[in-house]
C-alpha cells in the first residue's frame, strides 16, 4: 500500500502531553516520563512552554555526566529553543522539520495550543503500521537491477 501524502502530522502525535516545571529536578523528570510511559515532556514556566526534556538529554546531561540527578534542575539540561509545527502540517513537512533542525521531537500545535508531541518513534511506528514491505523490497531490487545494467564496470 503505498503512503498517504494527505496524512498529517496531528493524526500521528502522542495525545499524551505530560508537562514539567523547569524548576523541578532531573530525577523528578525521569520519574514522570517512566511512570507516563512518554519520551519527552513539554516544559512549562508560568504555564507557558519554554523547552522540551528528552530521555535523550536526561541520558548525556546529567546520567553520562555522573551529575546527582535529584540535584539538577530541568531548565539547566532542558532542549531550547522549541521546535513547533501545525497539527496541519503534512507528515513529509513535519519530517523535514525534525532533519533541518536536528531535532527527535516536534512541539504539535493549532489554533488552540499545545495539543501533543511527535517523534521520530511515532513516525517509524506510522510506517510500520501502512507501508507494504514487499513493495519496497521489489523498488529496492529494480533499482539495484538499473543501477547494475547502467554500470559500466558489471558489463
Given at each position: 500500500m503505498p503512503l498517504n501524502n494527505s496524512t498529517v502530522i496531528g493524526e500521528i502525535m502522542m495525545n499524551k502531553l505530560e508537562t514539567v516545571d523547569e524548576s523541578d529536578n532531573a530525577q523528578h523528570a525521569a520519574r514522570k516520563m517512566s511512570h507516563n510511559d512518554v519520551s519527552s515532556?513539554?516544559?512549562?514556566k508560568g504555564g507557558?512552554?519554554?523547552g522540551i526534556i528528552t530521555e535523550r538529554d536526561l541520558v548525556r546531561k546529567v546520567?553520562?555526566?555522573?551529575?546527582?540527578?535529584?540535584?539538577?534542575?530541568?531548565?539547566?539540561v532542558m532542549?531550547?529553543?522549541?521546535?513547533?509545527?501545525?497539527?496541519?502540517?503534512?507528515?513529509?513537512?513535519?519530517?523535514?522539520v525534525m532533519i533541518q533542525k536536528k531535532v527527535?521531537?516536534?512541539?504539535?500545535?493549532?489554533?488552540h495550543g499545545a495539543k501533543g508531541i511527535v517523534s521520530t518513534n511515532?513516525?517509524?511506528?506510522?510506517?510500520?503500521?501502512?507501508?507494504?514491505?514487499?513493495?519496497?523490497?521489489?523498488?529496492?531490487?529494480?533499482?539495484?537491477?538499473?543501477?547494475?545494467?547502467?554500470?559500466?564496470?558489471?558489463k
Open positions: 515532556l513539554l516544559v512549562v507557558n512552554a519554554v546520567c553520562a555526566r555522573d551529575e546527582n540527578s535529584s540535584n539538577v534542575i530541568i531548565h539547566n532542549s531550547t529553543p522549541l521546535i513547533t509545527v501545525d497539527s496541519s502540517y503534512r507528515l513529509h513537512d513535519a519530517a523535514n527527535r521531537h516536534l512541539l504539535v500545535v493549532d489554533e511515532d513516525f517509524a511506528n506510522y510506517l510500520k503500521q501502512n507501508i507494504d514491505m514487499d513493495e519496497v523490497n521489489a523498488a529496492i531490487i529494480r533499482s539495484m537491477l538499473e543501477e547494475q545494467s547502467e554500470d559500466p564496470i558489471s
